[in-house]
């Protein structure tokens, strides 16, 4: 219970075993062998040289960048596909290494785009502090005719606010900070404001200070609050065959750990399945989704390939999330 990196794995493990169950009824053999990196490189190469991969078409894991980016390496001389489940860091460019997880900068991007597309006929307004000059930047040169409200330390007065706001267009304020202080402060501001003006908060990087005690969901809820996210959540309200089965199984619903594990194995094995390589499904520009992940893997640049593949989430009033129109 105290060992974060140990919880994961097992969440993650006990959809990935669901996910070779689910592969087994649709008539997918599976010979899968389990191993225990215990978190270290040199566990991982004393696995790689105790074992015999040569008839091994994928490794799943390990979920740290460190021992993921050493297995790869180990194994690229096999050409044998090492998938990394969790890590949204840049990974080194090796042939054979797949990063599963679209990385901050390819979700702020995602978010930028969404935002230029949907900018036409909305008053945008960007609320950045010093610490995110860069991000702050970039959107003044995507969103040329935003207007700009810069925080006074970590608070935004709701006069700064109301001042650049249209009573007749829907106003899309862009709030960039990682500061809990900066970000309740904005966002009480603009639900007072929220009364008489038609108000969606949206932002680049739902950092962790979102998930603050400090900062209201009811808040967030009523201004629509729009953010990218490597995964939806299901909408435990509909029947999902994976969750029924989990929960009939452990008594409790799935976290995003255990339905990636099964999202991640699932697509794994249907892809080779059905293209015989993982490579070779990149080249055919395959594109799956499951209960909470999808899939779109490209090259890199320099080798190895990447998930592109991503949602805008949106909150509602009554805090139920949904992928963004």
Do not use: C
């Not at 592969?23 to 105790?50: C, H, P, R, W, Y």
């Not at 950045?128 to 006074?152: E, F």
């Not at 990218?228 to 994976?242: A, G, L, M, R, V």
């Not at 892809?271 to 499904?281: I, N, V």
């Amino acid at each position: 219970e105290n060992d974060r990196v140990m919880r994961i794995s097992l969440d993650f493990y006990s959809g990935a075993l669901m996910a070779i169950n689910k592969a087994k009824q649709l008539g997918i053999s599976t010979n899968v062998k389990v191993f225990d990196t215990q978190q270290q490189e040199s566990k991982v190469i004393s696995i790689i040289n105790s074992n015999n991969f040569n008839d091994v078409d994928a490794v799943i894991g390990p979920l740290l960048q460190k021992t993921s980016e050493e297995t790869a390496e180990r194994l690229s001389g096999k050409n044998i596909p090492v998938i990394s489940p969790m890590t949204n860091r840049d990974l080194r460019s090796l042939p054979n290494l797949y990063q599963t997880m679209p990385s901050d900068e390819m979700l702020r991007e995602a978010m930028i785009s969404y935002i230029q597309r949907n900018a036409q006929g909305r008053n945008v307004i960007i609320v950045a502090d010093a610490a995110n000059a860069s991000i702050k930047s970039k959107l003044m040169s995507a969103l040329p005719n935003a207007k700009m409200v810069n925080p006074s330390g970590n608070n935004v007065s709701e006069s700064s606010l109301a001042n650049v706001m249209s009573s007749t267009a829907e106003n899309w304020v862009v709030l960039e900070s990682e500061s809990v202080a900066l970000l309740s402060s904005a966002t009480s501001a603009l639900n007072r404001l929220a009364r008489r003006s038609n108000i969606t908060l949206l932002t680049t990087n739902k950092n962790s200070s979102y998930e603050s005690d400090v900062l209201l969901n009811e808040h967030l809820g009523k201004l629509k609050f729009h953010y990218p996210s490597e995964y939806k959540e299901f909408d435990e309200s509909q029947s999902n065959e994976f969750i029924d089965a989990y929960k009939e199984k452990y008594g409790f619903m799935p976290n995003k750990y255990t339905t990636r594990g099964y999202d991640l194995t699932l697509d794994v094995l249907l892809r080779l399945s059905a293209m015989g390589t993982l490579e070779k499904s990149v080249q055919e520009n395959i594109i799956t989704e499951y209960v909470e992940n999808e899939f779109h893997y490209k090259p890199k640049q320099n080798g190895g390939f990447y998930n592109t593949a991503g949602y805008i989430m949106t909150l509602d009033e009554n805090l139920n999330l949904s992928v963004a129109k």
